[in-house]
């Protein structure tokens, strides 16, 4: 089993800055992939980015890879999501996904990760 805890959401500006934090707990990481997932009010649970965490493999999507930085911390089994230049439209709740990597394609879909923070709301105000 794995704990995942988000932390960093809150209220920030358009144009302003976030990062956000996943800690991880239970069981070692190896053999994981991690990944950064957020959804709307309405709408679908939206993949950010990933990293995988022996390699530190990161993808990112399309949507955002110019302003988001995923990034790992092995000793204290954290990882974090830095965006840069946030629009209203980044507004969401932000999810931290944990899935082991055994041959499964799909690192972009929600339904590749069995276990999953209970999320953290970042609201960008115009």
């Known amino acids: 089993q794995v704990q995942l805890i988000e932390s960093g959401g809150g209220l920030v500006q358009a144009g302003e800055s976030r990062g956000l934090s996943c800690a991880a707990s239970?069981?070692?990481?190896?053999?994981?992939?991690m990944a950064w997932f957020r959804q709307a009010p309405g709408k679908d649970r939206e993949f950010v980015g990933r990293?995988?965490?022996?390699?530190?493999?990161?993808a990112y999507a399309d949507s955002v890879k110019d302003r988001v930085t995923i990034s790992k911390d092995m000793a204290k089994n954290t990882m974090y999501l830095q965006m840069n230049s946030l629009k209203p439209e980044d507004t969401a709740v932000y999810y931290c996904?944990?899935?082991?990597?055994?041959?499964?394609?799909?690192?972009?879909?929600?339904?590749?990760?069995?276990?999953w923070g209970q999320g953290t709301q970042l609201t960008v105000s115009s």
């Open positions: 239970g069981r070692s990481l190896s053999g994981l992939a």
């Open positions: 990293i995988l965490w022996h390699s530190g493999n990161i």
């Open positions: 996904a944990a899935g082991t990597l055994s041959g499964k394609r799909g690192l972009t879909q929600p339904s590749f990760y069995e276990y």
